[in-house]
């Protein structure tokens, strides 16, 4: 049973340009978050999709965008990247919404801003 | 404001020497506390929920539990393989919404033979 599968891996962009990370959910999971992971910090909450719409957003500008496909699959979109934008990024599903059930991660996307 | 703060920052054990790892927590209506282990370029790796203080979970060598201020990580006998960044994260409930996971910044555990 495949877990949650994030692409690419790694990936290196220049400031000022744009940059999509993709999400596929764990088998059965509807539901997917992406978290922001910088170097030494624990994971920070950008937004959660639900039903094709973001649900819940955490302290992050416009630059951040995201999407969800009726096949429950996600993108995360950064534009104006900043150097600061350097980190792991992280996919989490889970089924269900407003349900306490523990999130599965994947292995995320080091995204390097130079 | 929502936190959650983990100590220590750091920690080296010899092998089979047990310690704990700690997690406080200041949220509004907690709904679940979560524990995850994070080994290097991946990501967290669920290992516990709980919901209710007075509420313990085991697992081979560790073993969670919960007051209504923090939450302890006991690793009893570690191994080498043990060895990983261990995160606390809490869920709680926001006008409604309980979507976010709010985290601490990790206790990195070195287990040396």
């Known amino acids: 049973d495949a877990g949650v599968t994030q692409s690419p891996t790694h990936l290196i962009k220049t400031r000022g340009q744009q940059v999509t990370l993709r999400c596929s959910p764990k088998s059965g999971h509807d539901t997917v978050s992406w978290y922001q992971q910088a170097l030494g910090q624990g994971p920070q909450f950008i937004f959660q999709y639900y039903e094709e719409e973001e649900r819940q957003r955490g302290n992050f500008p416009d630059r951040f965008s995201g999407h969800q496909f009726p096949n429950y699959s996600s993108e995360l979109n950064v534009n104006a990247l900043l150097l600061g934008d350097s980190a792991l990024y992280l996919c989490?599903?889970?089924?269900?919404?407003?349900?306490?059930?523990?999130?599965?991660f994947g292995s995320g996307t080091r995204l390097t801003v130079v | 404001e929502d936190q959650v703060t983990q100590s220590p920052e750091a920690l080296r054990l010899q092998e089979g020497e047990s310690s704990s790892l700690n997690c406080s927590y200041t949220v509004s209506g907690l709904r679940g506390l979560f524990w995850y282990r994070q080994d290097p370029g991946k990501g967290p790796e669920f290992l516990f929920t709980l919901y209710s203080a007075g509420e313990e979970k085991e697992k081979e060598r560790l073993k969670a539990t919960l007051t209504k201020k923090e939450s302890f990580l006991h690793i009893t006998a570690p191994k080498p393989e043990d060895s990983a960044t261990y995160l606390c994260?809490?869920?709680?409930?926001?006008?409604?919404?309980?979507?976010?996971?709010?985290f601490g910044t990790g206790t990195l555990l070195a287990v040396q033979p």
């Open positions: 989490a599903s889970r089924r269900g919404r407003q349900a306490v059930w523990s999130y599965t």
């Open positions: 994260a809490v869920q709680a409930n926001y006008g409604g919404a309980t979507n976010k996971l709010i």
